[in-house]
């Protein structure tokens, strides 16, 4: 029952996908109240209900010991019932058109078991950025219980969060993929050439956000917390990571995406 395999995701670095744009919502609102004490416990509840579905799909692939079914079936059943009481609490108080965003959680969620049945669900950049986004979906969901009111403000932070997930994952990749090199090319186009995506990601957010904040859509210097990201994937494109543990690729990239949600907030409150 207790093994934290089971009751608890192990890619850890994928928490700062749901937690960050949970905290842009906040104080994008600006508004504290008891509705987003119960938007944090589902987006919580269904984001640990993933770990241990997955289990119980790969006891049934035969992939984990049949062991592992009773507690697996066990955290379901806490993570399942803490969901829908948190879910029946919103709508109780008013925020029922909040149930739409599930919608897609579901549909990438099947999919993800999907994969897991296949024993295919390592290394698939492609779908990542798609529950990125989903994940991101938390941000106009904070902003709209705090406010009490849908506003297109709300999916302006969806995509702002999702465009910074995106980026910061395919930065990862590049990582990991240099850290496979024998060693580093001594010709600067054989470095800049492997990060040539992760490079148009973050520059394509750089300018988007200069866009929107000239524009006056949303504060003027939100970009700058933009351009952290882009001076990171500059300079891991520079220096790659050859031999480089992933651990610290893992932990380096949860600081920058830590410092990019601290940075956006100030930025955005300041406008």
Same mark, same amino acid.
Request: with cysteine; aromatic share 14%.
């Given at each position: 029952?207790?093994?934290?395999?089971? +009751?608890?995701?192990?890619?850890?670095?994928?928490?700062?996908?749901?937690?960050?744009?949970?905290?842009?919502?906040?104080?994008?609102?600006?508004?504290?109240?008891? #509705?987003?004490?119960? !938007? %944090?416990?589902?987006?919580?509840?269904?984001?640990? !209900?993933?770990?241990?579905?997955? %289990?119980?799909?790969?006891?049934?692939?035969?992939?984990?010991?049949?062991?592992?079914?009773?507690?697996? /079936?066990?955290? %379901? +059943?806490?993570?399942?019932?803490?969901?829908?009481?948190?879910? /029946?609490?919103?709508?109780?108080?008013?925020?029922?058109?909040?149930? =739409?965003?599930?919608?897609?959680?579901?549909?990438?969620?099947?999919?993800?078991?999907?994969?897991?049945?296949?024993?295919?669900?390592?290394?698939?950049?492609?779908?990542?950025?798609? #529950?990125?986004?989903?994940?991101?979906? *938390?941000?106009?969901?904070? !902003?709209?219980?705090?406010?009490?009111?849908?506003?297109?403000?709300?999916?302006?932070?969806?995509?702002?969060?999702?465009?910074?997930?995106?980026?910061?994952?395919?930065? *990862?990749?590049?990582?990991?993929?240099?850290?496979?090199? +024998?060693?580093?090319?001594?010709?600067?186009?054989?470095?800049?050439?492997?990060?040539?995506?992760?490079?148009?990601?973050?520059?394509?957010?750089?300018?988007? #956000?200069?866009?929107?904040?000239?524009?006056?859509?949303?504060?003027?210097?939100?970009?700058?917390?933009?351009?952290?990201?882009?001076?990171?994937?500059?300079?891991?494109?520079?220096?790659?990571?050859?031999?480089?543990?992933?651990?610290?690729?893992?932990?380096?990239?949860?600081?920058?995406?830590?410092?990019?949600?601290?940075?956006?907030?100030?930025? =955005?409150? #300041?406008?």
């Amino acid at each position: 029952m207790f093994k934290k395999q089971i +009751a608890l995701p192990q890619d850890h670095g994928s928490w700062v996908f749901l937690l960050s744009p949970l905290l842009i919502g906040l104080f994008g609102g600006g508004i504290l109240n008891l #509705a987003f004490f119960g !938007l %944090i416990v589902a987006a919580m509840a269904a984001f640990l !209900l993933r770990q241990p579905m997955s %289990i119980a799909v790969k006891v049934w692939g035969t992939r984990r010991p049949r062991s592992d079914l009773r507690p697996a /079936l066990s955290w %379901i +059943a806490v993570y399942g019932s803490i969901l829908l009481i948190s879910i /029946l609490w919103l709508v109780w108080l008013g925020h029922g058109r909040l149930l =739409w965003l599930g919608l897609p959680a579901a549909g990438v969620f099947g999919w993800h078991l999907w994969l897991v049945k296949r024993r295919s669900e390592r290394r698939q950049m492609g779908m990542e950025i798609v #529950a990125s986004g989903v994940l991101a979906l *938390a941000a106009p969901a904070a !902003l709209w219980v705090g406010q009490n009111a849908y506003s297109l403000q709300g999916w302006l932070l969806w995509v702002l969060c999702w465009l910074q997930s995106a980026a910061s994952i395919v930065y *990862a990749y590049l990582r990991l993929e240099q850290r496979e090199w +024998a060693a580093v090319p001594s010709r600067l186009g054989e470095r800049l050439r492997p990060a040539l995506r992760a490079l148009l990601y973050a520059t394509f957010n750089v300018l988007f #956000a200069f866009f929107l904040g000239a524009s006056g859509w949303i504060p003027p210097f939100v970009w700058l917390a933009y351009a952290l990201q882009w001076v990171e994937c500059l300079y891991g494109s520079l220096h790659p990571a050859v031999k480089v543990r992933p651990t610290r690729i893992g932990l380096r990239q949860l600081f920058v995406s830590t410092l990019f949600t601290i940075l956006f907030v100030l930025l =955005w409150r #300041a406008g």
